[in-house]
T-cell receptor, first 114, second 112 residues
Framework: QKEVEQNSGPLSVPEGAIASLNCTYS??????FFWYRQYSGKSPELIMS????GDKEDGRFTAQLNKASQYVSLLIRDSQPSDSATYLC??????????????FGQGTILTVHP | DTAVSQTPKYLVTQMGNDKSIKCEQN?????MYWYKQDSKKFLKIMFS???????INETVPNRFSPKSPDKAHLNLHINSLELGDSAVYFC???????????FGPGTRLTVL
């Protein structure tokens, strides 16, 4: 089982729609979760962090966390062509020698078409 | 203002050579990381340093040796380069070794 697994893409949505990106993780002790966006040929860019169960909204982005189900998601409302990128879910390990270690999922490619 | 910078941006070299990649951050962070992103875009941590001390050392060949002269700099030296070392190497930094990490622009290494 992969430590961090994202829904396989690519995901294609029309402009203005809601894009839903999902991620599950195996480390029950993890407390910190992040979403990064990576445009082709560029570096990962942090767009959301979430630490508590529930929803966290930032502009058109909403991160959702359910620690009991070991599930984190990212919703992008009113999707724009400029949102087309690879979205990476990252989970921070808790304690021990892996303190502060981020484990990334394989990424989901999102395409927003006009 | 560049927050996390890396040099060089591109590196093309022959098998068996030794090369170095340099990273600098001006965010005032105390923890720095090296990641490798392979051709399938999978991003995996290699090393992390906190205040010049090695904290994370993943299963990486001994040919890879990180060095942190101070908390704002982290370099990566690779000996005897192999074809499989071809990848994009990203440097990142964070505060207190946890939370949000900020990435540099990456170094694309091609081993011929």
């Amino acid at each position: 089982q992969k430590e961090v697994e994202q829904n396989s893409g690519p995901l294609s949505v029309p402009e203005g729609a809601i894009a839903s990106l999902n991620c599950t993780y195996s480390d029950r002790g993890s407390q910190s979760f992040f979403w990064y966006r990576q445009y082709s040929g560029k570096s990962p860019e942090l767009i959301m962090s979430i630490y508590s169960n529930g929803d966290k909204e930032d502009g058109r982005f909403t991160a959702q966390l359910n620690k009991a189900s070991q599930y984190v998601s990212l919703l992008i409302r009113d999707s724009q062509p400029s949102d087309s990128a690879t979205y990476l879910c990252a989970v921070e390990s808790a304690g021990g020698t892996s303190y502060g270690k981020l484990t990334f999922g394989q990424g989901t490619i999102l395409t927003v078409h006009p | 203002d560049t927050a996390v910078s890396q040099t060089p941006k591109y590196l093309v070299t022959q098998m068996g050579n030794d090369k170095s990649i340099k990273c600098e951050q001006n965010l005032g962070h105390d923890t720095m990381y090296w990641y490798k992103q392979d051709s399938k875009k999978f991003l995996k941590i290699m090393f992390s340093y906190n205040n010049k001390e090695l904290i994370i050392n993943e299963t990486v060949p001994n040919r890879f040796s990180p060095k942190s002269p101070d908390k704002a700099h982290l370099n990566l030296h690779i000996n005897s380069l192999e074809l499989g070392d071809s990848a994009v190497y990203f440097c990142a930094s964070s505060q207190n070794g946890q939370g949000e990490q900020f990435f540099g622009p990456g170094t694309r290494l091609t081993v011929l």
